[in-house]
C-alpha cells in the first residue's frame, strides 16, 4: 500500500500513526526547528560559577532526522531548568555544544537505548556534545544524523573546572520569526538651525522626533533614517549624529565630515542602527528621535527646512532574547 493509511484525522476509532502525526506538526512550523519563545531554552553560568550550566524553560520544535524519515518534526517541553554538568578541561582548551536531542529508539533507523519506561521515556535530553571545532555553529556540522537543535557554545579554556558565563555563545534560533516594518515619512515645517557648538550631544533635528508603538512580541530593531536635502552653510561642517530610541542609544556614529566649500549646499544623511529591545518596553509607545554631536572641529552649521525630507524606516523582529536574566550575560550567536 503506497500511502500511509490513515491520514490526519479519520473517525471511527482509525488508529493514527506516530510518523503522521509528525507530519501534523512540521506542517505547523512550516518544516523550521528551533525554539518557540525568544526567551526559551537559554543556557547561563550561574552567578558562582559552577562545573555546570543551567538550561531556562521553554519549548521548541525538532526536525526527525532518523534514516527514512521526511516531513517529520518533534515538539518538546522543558517545564522547568535543567541543570547539566560539563567536564573539566586538561592542558589543552576545548569547545563543547549544548543541544536539546530527541532520542527515540521507536523511530526507523535509530539505536538509542530502551527507556525503563516506555510510557514516560525520557526521549528528550539536554547533552553535551564535547570537543568540536571552535568555529562550530550547528550540530548538523559534527552530528548531521541527531534530531537536535543547538543552544550554545562553551569554549573553555585550558586547565578550567568551573563554567561561567563569558565562555558561552548563544546559538539559539527561533523557529518562527516575526517582523513587521513601518514607515514614517516626515517634513519639516519651520527651519531648524544646529550651530558648531562645544561637542556636546544635542536633540536635533526636533522634527525627526516621532512617537512609535511597538510590538509586545518585538525583541529587536532595526532602524534607518534618511535626511535628504540636509543644509549645511557658514563653512565646513564637521558632526555626528545617533538614534535614540526610549531610553536606548543605538548604533554607530553617522558622521557628516563636509569639505565642498563654505557656501550653501545640500547633501543625504542615513543615520542606521540594531537595537535590542528590553522587556520593560514591549507594547508600549516610545519616541524615536536623533541626536546631533555638534563639534567645533569646523565652524559651518546645519539645517533643516521644507526642502527637506526625514524617513524613519524601522522593521521589528523576532530573536532569541540574550542570556542574561539573573545568571549572567551570555554573548550573542556566531563565531
Not at 10 to 30: C, M, P, Q, W
Not at 105 to 133: C, D, F, M
Not at 206 to 223: E, F, G, K, S
Request: aromatic letters at 10%; hydrophobic letters at 35%.
Amino acid at each position: 500500500m503506497p500511502w500511509d493509511s490513515v491520514p490526519w484525522f479519520v473517525e471511527g476509532g482509525a488508529e493514527h500513526s506516530s510518523e503522521i502525526t509528525r507530519v501534523l506538526a512540521y506542517a505547523a512550523f512550516g518544516g523550521a526547528e528551533g525554539i518557540i519563545g525568544a526567551g526559551d531554552l537559554k543556557v547561563r553560568g550561574f552567578l558562582a560559577p559552577t562545573a555546570s550550566v543551567q538550561v531556562s524553560t521553554g519549548a521548541c520544535a525538532i526536525t526527525n532526522r532518523a534514516a527514512g524519515a521526511t516531513y517529520q518534526s518533534y515538539v518538546a517541553r522543558l517545564p522547568t531548568a535543567d541543570t547539566v554538568p560539563v567536564a573539566a578541561t586538561g592542558i589543552t582548551a576545548r569547545s563543547d555544544l549544548v543541544v536539546a536531542r530527541i532520542e527515540n529508539p521507536y523511530s526507523q533507523g535509530e539505536n538509542w537505548a530502551l527507556p525503563a519506561n516506555p510510557k514516560v521515556g525520557p526521549y528528550v535530553y539536554t547533552r553535551i556534545i564535547s570537543g568540536v571545532p571552535k568555529t562550530t555553529t550547528d550540530i548538523s556540522q559534527v552530528r548531521p544524523g541527531d534530531s537536535a537543535i543547538t543552544l550554545a557554545r562553551i569554549d573553555l579554556p585550558p586547565n578550567t573546572s568551573t563554567v561561567n558565563s563569558s565562555m558561552i555563545t548563544d546559538l539559539r534560533q527561533l523557529v518562527q520569526t516575526r517582523r513587521e516594518r513601518r514607515l514614517y515619512p516626515l517634513i519639516p515645517r519651520d527651519s531648524e538651525f544646529a550651530f558648531a557648538e562645544n561637542n556636546q550631544w544635542y536633540v536635533w533635528p526636533n522634527a525627526a522626533r516621532v512617537n512609535v508603538p511597538i510590538p509586545r512580541w518585538a525583541t529587536r530593531c532595526h532602524v534607518v533614517t534618511s535626511i535628504g536635502g540636509l543644509k549645511l552653510f557658514n563653512s565646513y561642517v564637521y558632526c555626528s549624529m545617533q538614534h535614540r530610541f526610549g531610553d536606548l542609544w543605538g548604533g554607530t556614529e553617522t558622521y557628516v565630515d563636509d569639505d565642498q566649500g563654505t557656501g550653501t549646499r545640500r547633501t543625504t544623511a542615513i543615520v542606521s542602527a540594531t537595537m535590542t529591545i528590553p522587556a520593560s518596553m514591549r507594547g508600549t509607545v516610545q519616541p524615536l528621535y536623533l541626536m546631533t554631536y555638534m563639534s567645533n572641529v569646523h565652524t559651518g552649521d546645519l539645517a533643516v527646512d521644507d526642502r527637506s525630507s526625514i524617513n524613519h524606516d524601522i522593521e521589528f523582529y523576532t530573536a532569541p532574547d540574550l542570556p542574561f536574566d539573573g545568571f549572567g550575560e551570555a554573548r550573542p550567536g556566531g563565531l
